[in-house]
């Protein structure tokens, strides 16, 4: 191992010479070449465990996300980062390409994490998948709001945004040889949430027009997650893919390209194996053998045991999701609520997150009663909950998932759980609009249910976002709630995922298969 002193010489002489030959560095410093390839190594290494001390992955992922580079020397330190949390291993990149280009990959097998099994029939997570494959939507929509014209060559609002004219493609197909119709189209929206809130006000030809019992000016956005199905129920596609193998007991089911597919040059992969696996560690042994290529996964400390793979760990973009706390007014005093804002330990939150262990956490005990609302048993909450318990509290918490919320808002001061606003803050008024759904502790501030409102009305992404984004601090300044930590969707790959506009989510993946393209490093 190289001497301390040896080694900042070394480092003090890179720094100043960064191209510098071995040769060079060892005639500067006064040691051999073999020595200057030994500090070399010793040095990537301290370098990885120096910088986890001061920003730990997770701490990364969030930098990234709200860095917007726009000179080479801010993509650069971009990158610099990327390579902190995606390091060795790479095998090409996977992207969204919408120019015209040939395939150059054959074969893509993506494993799932199912909750269970579901024998005899395909597990549901499973037809998420496969669905948008082989049934195309009528638009697809980015994050940007660019709308890309699918089986509808127009869709467009005629009257506010309560009725909406749809017109279809000239001979689009079903695998049958007929035409899709507008049939087709209405029975599919009807059957996808809109049951009762949706009619047909006209159907001409290719043409239909939709009235809408609540004016929706994201009806567009919701569209483009509506593979149009058969309304007669026939075993037909109309998307990329069709369904070529199914293998129920074993969970695989592969799609091969639809040569009948109305875009002529796509599918860019030929073939998808989906597999479904109850344990995780299974797939993970798949991953490792290269046999699986794309994992998607709820939580990085589901890899614990596997941190030989954890730098293959990627993220998708983030869509306004958070671990959070909901404060319950009716108990908390406005200077309580100021004493448990700044007894929260953050910094054991960030430990955990990055770790996955909860550290010790002595904090100050204010006497509040901490619960906890977790989806589908999400250990990560649970976990956080026992943190902020600790740090101002006795360090008991309570299961409240299930329980009535007229016995939570007379027991119970807060609440730790993960919420999802929604992309463009669309679920943000059922949790803190005075007659919420959701409204856990009867939050209640006229001049938040009039942002609510107004943001309701506002079809434009970017002027929702800087609305919701503006309701959000309101809410946070209000004390109706306090934010802890962002939360992402992660997944493995062997292929690093250029993220952008159109590749954005795990949907925009899956909705998009079709224009996949991933590129092997040769």
């Given at each position: 191992?190289?001497?301390?002193?040896?080694?900042?010489?070394?480092?003090?002489?890179?720094?100043?010479?960064?191209?510098?030959?071995?040769?060079?560095?060892?005639?500067?410093?006064?040691?051999?070449?073999?020595?200057?390839?030994?500090?070399?190594?010793?040095?990537?290494?301290?370098?990885?465990?120096?910088?986890?001390?001061?920003?730990?992955?997770?701490d990364i992922r969030m930098i990234l996300e709200g860095?917007?580079?726009?000179?080479?020397?801010?993509?650069?330190?971009?990158?610099?980062?990327?390579?902190?949390?995606?390091?060795?291993?790479?095998?090409?990149?996977?992207?969204?390409?919408?120019?015209?280009?040939?395939?150059?990959?054959?074969?893509?097998?993506?494993?799932?994490?199912?909750?269970?099994?579901?024998?005899?029939?395909?597990?549901?997570?499973?037809?998420?998948?496969?669905?948008?494959?082989?049934?195309?939507?009528?638009?697809?929509?980015?994050?940007?709001?660019?709308?890309?014209?699918?089986?509808?060559?127009?869709?467009?609002?005629?009257?506010?945004?309560?009725?909406?004219?749809?017109?279809?493609?000239?001979?689009?197909?079903?695998?049958?040889?007929?035409?899709?119709?507008?049939?087709?189209?209405?029975?599919?929206?009807?059957?996808?949430?809109?049951?009762?809130?949706?009619?047909?006000?006209?159907?001409?030809?290719?043409?239909?027009?939709?009235?809408?019992?609540?004016?929706?000016?994201?009806?567009?956005?919701?569209?483009?997650?509506?593979?149009?199905?058969?309304?007669?129920?026939?075993?037909?596609?109309?998307?990329?893919?069709?369904?070529?193998?199914?293998?129920?007991?074993?969970?695989?089911?592969?799609?091969?390209?639809?040569?009948?597919?109305?875009?002529?040059?796509?599918?860019?992969?030929?073939?998808?194996?989906?597999?479904?696996?109850?344990?995780?560690?299974?797939?993970?042994?798949?991953?490792?053998?290269?046999?699986?290529?794309?994992?998607?996964?709820q939580s990085p400390h589901q890899l614990s045991g596997?941190?030989?793979?954890?730098?293959?760990?990627?993220?998708?973009?983030?869509?306004?999701?958070?671990?959070?706390?909901?404060?319950?007014?009716?108990?908390?005093?406005?200077?309580?609520?100021?004493?448990?804002?700044?007894?929260?330990?953050?910094?054991?939150?960030?430990?955990?997150?990055?770790?996955?262990?909860?550290?010790?956490?002595?904090?100050?005990?204010?006497?509040?009663?901490?619960?906890?609302?977790?989806?589908?048993?999400?250990?990560?909450?649970?976990?956080?909950?026992?943190?902020?318990?600790?740090?101002?509290?006795?360090?008991?918490?309570?299961?409240?998932?299930?329980?009535?919320?007229?016995?939570?808002?007379?027991?119970?001061?807060?609440?730790?759980?993960?919420?999802?606003?929604?992309?463009?803050?669309?679920?943000?008024?059922?949790?803190?609009?005075?007659?919420?759904?959701?409204?856990?502790?009867?939050?209640?501030?006229?001049?938040?249910?009039?942002?609510?409102?107004?943001?309701?009305?506002?079809?434009?992404?970017?002027?929702?976002?800087?609305?919701?984004?503006?309701?959000?601090?309101?809410?946070?300044?209000?004390?109706?709630?306090?934010?802890?930590?962002?939360?992402?969707?992660?997944?493995?790959?062997?292929?690093?995922?250029?993220?952008?506009?159109?590749?954005?989510?795990?949907?925009?993946?899956?909705?998009?298969?079709?224009?996949?393209?991933?590129?092997?490093?040769?």
């Amino acid at each position: 191992m190289a001497k301390v002193e040896t080694l900042l010489k070394f480092i003090r002489f890179i720094k100043k010479h960064p191209n510098a030959s071995d040769r060079e560095i060892a005639q500067a410093i006064g040691v051999t070449v073999r020595y200057v390839k030994q500090c070399k190594k010793e040095l990537e290494e301290l370098e990885k465990e120096i910088f986890t001390l001061v920003l730990s992955e997770e701490d990364i992922r969030m930098i990234l996300e709200g860095f917007n580079p726009r000179t080479e020397y801010e993509r650069e330190i971009r990158r610099k980062l990327e390579r902190k949390i995606i390091s060795g291993g790479i095998r090409g990149k996977m992207r969204i390409e919408k120019r015209e280009t040939r395939r150059v990959m054959w074969r893509f097998d993506i494993a799932l994490i199912l909750p269970h099994r579901t024998p005899g029939e395909i597990h549901p997570m499973i037809m998420h998948w496969i669905k948008p494959m082989i049934y195309e939507p009528l638009i697809w929509v980015n994050i940007n709001g660019e709308i890309e014209p699918r089986l509808a060559e127009l869709v467009e609002n005629i009257e506010g945004f309560s009725r909406w004219r749809i017109k279809l493609r000239k001979d689009v197909r079903w695998s049958d040889g007929n035409p899709i119709t507008v049939d087709d189209v209405f029975h599919s929206i009807s059957a996808f949430g809109f049951k009762g809130q949706i009619s047909l006000a006209m159907a001409n030809g290719r043409e239909l027009i939709l009235s809408l019992s609540k004016a929706d000016p994201l009806f567009p956005w919701k569209l483009k997650s509506i593979p149009i199905r058969p309304a007669s129920n026939e075993k037909v596609v109309s998307g990329a893919y069709k369904l070529s193998r199914r293998d129920i007991s074993r969970s695989l089911y592969i799609l091969k390209s639809n040569p009948g597919y109305y875009r002529l040059d796509r599918p860019l992969i030929g073939e998808v194996a989906i597999r479904g696996y109850v344990w995780i560690s299974t797939a993970l042994r798949a991953f490792e053998n290269k046999e699986i290529e794309f994992i998607s996964l709820q939580s990085p400390h589901q890899l614990s045991g596997y941190e030989h793979i954890k730098h293959m760990l990627q993220n998708w973009g983030f869509g306004n999701r958070y671990y959070l706390l909901l404060l319950n007014k009716n108990r908390l005093t406005e200077r309580l609520c100021e004493e448990l804002k700044e007894a929260i330990d953050h910094r054991s939150i960030s430990v955990y997150l990055s770790s996955g262990s909860i550290p010790d956490v002595k904090g100050r005990n204010l006497r509040l009663k901490v619960g906890y609302i977790s989806e589908m048993g999400s250990k990560e909450v649970k976990d956080m909950a026992k943190i902020i318990a600790r740090s101002i509290s006795n360090g008991e918490t309570s299961d409240l998932s299930g329980a009535a919320f007229e016995d939570v808002r007379k027991e119970i001061d807060l609440i730790c759980t993960r919420l999802s606003f929604g992309l463009f803050f669309s679920r943000l008024k059922r949790y803190f609009h005075s007659e919420g759904s959701r409204n856990i502790f009867g939050y209640k501030n006229r001049k938040v249910d009039e942002m609510l409102e107004e943001l309701d009305g506002i079809g434009d992404l970017k002027k929702r976002r800087e609305l919701g984004e503006r309701i959000l601090r309101k809410l946070q300044k209000d004390f109706a709630l306090i934010l802890l930590a962002p939360s992402f969707d992660y997944f493995l790959s062997w292929y690093q995922v250029e993220r952008g506009a159109d590749l954005y989510s795990l949907n925009d993946m899956i909705y998009q298969m079709a224009d996949l393209y991933i590129e092997p490093i040769t």
